[in-house]
């Protein structure tokens, strides 16, 4: 009796082994077979480079990665392997292959014209903490209703209030000293203003770091290192779960708790708009655009508003400072271009200009052009392909044939490496000079992409680029002479965001 159980026991155990098998089996011929038919329909090549010599984890890479990062020259390096390598080639990374690529026409596929094919999954686990789910964080329709949402706050030209950031730049003027020798870092400065700014821009009300003593501001110390947890959540992956960070855990309460305030403020403050209506005189006092506000007035859901105003938050803070900050790096070891500037700006007799006025100033956009072609601040990214696809280019031994995108690759495309190509810049690719972008001799299209491009281009280009140019424009009214007190050249500092690893150290003397 008992051995007769057992025996049936064993039996289903290998029937049920065999099927098991035979299903994954079949499962992987069949996908074998449809890539096989894919790959024949779209006249797919193989990538005939691949970085790693060792083709099933991938850990020769290990050694180069851990130099590169000890040298601060991740992105440096990575120009030398495309130069090796070509625009396109594969690295395995584990269990995962990976396609990088600074080719245009891929770049232009994943984000634009197979949009649809591509998403960013893996990046909500890291975020999520901090950001909730909004449009930085989520895909698909979370993200285009997030989209929607936020979309017409952005809509005016004038979106970023000259005001505002006027009110700020007396603040900074405050910091800086004015004899000519006192080194000043102008990029923890930056960094002040641009929370500052965006405080107010958001919420309606800065925290003002530049004004205070800015290790009180409780707020910008909680988000400075509730950022940094988001990288090293990122970096751990699964592997977080060992690594519990409590101090990570408080920072994203009180950064949630600060915008939760503003949340609940605008819903009241649109609660006695609405009640107000029918009395006209209450429509005349909000004349002042407060984005919580905004939001607010679109939807009922707190927790949305919240969330989105902690994406926007994060998206715009540290990109707009690493702008500026390596901008100036670039202009204190360019002393001719600081003239030139100032001899552009002159043009305003002193006063600060108007929107049309800073529009205006063609050698001041081609200096930001130029600091976002060098160093762009967002200088590498990536896309998940969520089906397969294909990229144009990349296959064959020539690299100009299609190439088999499998559902589940990572595609990285960096454009540090991309905004370096002699083919497109010239032989000086490396050189800071905003000449390059004079009289229109430069309209690149997917080859410049310091904004990225397709559906998910950044929302907030316009008021980056009035905030910086504001700022260019005032302190070259301000300071005749801007003196680099850094011997050493720039050097990388990877974060969220690309800037100066040794800060802006600068030295000044007024007008
Ligand atoms: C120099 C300054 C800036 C640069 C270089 C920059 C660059 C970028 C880039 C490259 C992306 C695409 C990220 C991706 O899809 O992987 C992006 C997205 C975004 N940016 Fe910016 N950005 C800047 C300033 C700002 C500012 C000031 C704001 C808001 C006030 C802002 C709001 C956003 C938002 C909300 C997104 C997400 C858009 C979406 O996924 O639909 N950015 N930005
Ligand atoms: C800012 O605060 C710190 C400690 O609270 C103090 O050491 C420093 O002197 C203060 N600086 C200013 C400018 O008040
Ligand atoms: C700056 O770059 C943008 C984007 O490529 C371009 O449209 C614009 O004309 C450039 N501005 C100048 C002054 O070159
Ligand atoms: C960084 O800045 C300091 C001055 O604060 C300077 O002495 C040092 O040489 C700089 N380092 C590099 C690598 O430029």
């Avoid at 770091?209 to 509730?226: C, G, I, M, R």
């Avoid at 280019?393 to 100009?400: C, F, H």
């Avoid at 000079?433 to 281009?457: C, T």
Wanted: proline letters at 5%; a positive charge.
């Amino acid at each position: 009796m008992t051995v007769d159980l057992e025996f049936h026991l064993k039996v289903t155990l290998v029937l049920v082994a065999a099927v098991l098998t035979l299903t994954s089996a079949f499962a992987s011929i069949k996908r074998f077979l449809a890539c096989r038919r894919f790959v024949r329909t779209h006249g797919c090549q193989p990538v005939s480079k691949s970085l790693n010599k060792d083709p099933f984890l991938g850990l020769d890479a290990i050694p180069w990665t851990i130099r590169a990062v000890l040298q601060h020259r991740i992105l440096e390096r990575t120009c030398e392997r495309f130069r090796v390598y070509g625009n396109t080639f594969t690295v395995k990374e584990l269990q995962r292959r990976a396609i990088l690529t600074v080719e245009p026409e891929n770049i232009k596929t994943i984000l634009s014209v197979k949009f649809h094919d591509y998403g960013i999954k893996n990046r909500l686990k890291p975020f999520q903490p901090l950001l909730g789910k909004g449009i930085f964080d989520t895909d698909g329709d979370h993200w285009a209703s997030s989209r929607a949402l936020i979309r017409p706050s952005f809509t005016r030209d004038q979106v970023a209030d000259l005001t505002t950031l006027e009110a700020l730049i007396q603040d900074l003027f405050k910091l800086l000293p004015r004899d000519g020798k006192t080194i000043v870092d102008l990029q923890d400065l930056f960094f002040r203003y641009t929370i500052d700014s965006a405080t107010e821009f958001l919420f309606g009300q800065s925290v003002g770091t530049l004004k205070k003593n800015h290790s009180d501001v409780e707020f910008a110390h909680a988000f400075h290192y509730a950022q940094r947890a988001v990288i090293i959540r990122g970096m751990l992956g699964p592997l977080k779960m060992f690594y519990p960070d409590r101090k990570a855990d408080e920072c994203n309460r009180i950064c949630r708790d600060f915008a939760q305030q503003f949340v609940e403020e605008a819903f009241r403050a649109v609660a006695i708009q609405k009640q107000g209506q029918n009395n006209p005189k209450a429509e005349l006092k909000q004349k002042k655009h407060i984005f919580s506000n905004e939001l607010a007035s679109r939807t009922t859901d707190k927790i949305r508003v919240q969330d989105e105003l902690m994406n926007v938050l994060l998206a715009g803070r540290d990109t707009t400072a690493s702008l500026l900050s390596n901008l100036f790096f670039s202009l204190t070891k360019n002393p001719a271009i600081w003239d030139k500037l100032r001899r552009e700006v002159a043009s305003l007799d002193g006063r600060a200009p108007t929107y049309d006025e800073l529009r205006s100033l063609r050698y001041a956009r081609c200096c930001m052009n130029e600091s976002l072609r060098l160093h762009p601040v967002v200088p590498r990214n990536e896309r998940e392909a969520v089906r397969d696809t294909v990229l144009p280019l990349g296959g064959g031994k020539d690299g100009l044939s299609p190439i088999f995108v499998p559902k589940g690759t990572l595609v990285g495309y960096n454009l540090y490496a991309m905004h370096r190509r002699t083919d497109f810049y010239g032989p000086d690719a490396e050189e800071f000079r905003p000449e390059r972008w004079e009289d229109g001799n430069l309209q690149p299209h997917w080859e410049y992409l310091p904004f990225n491009g397709g559906p998910r281009i950044c929302i907030g280009q316009q008021y980056a680029l009035t905030e910086v140019g504001y700022v260019l424009v005032r302190m070259a009214q301000e300071f005749g002479v801007l003196e680099s007190c850094d011997a050493g050249p720039w050097e990388e500092s990877l974060t969220l965001t690309l800037c100066s690893r040794n800060g802006t150290k600068v030295c000044l003397t007024p007008a």
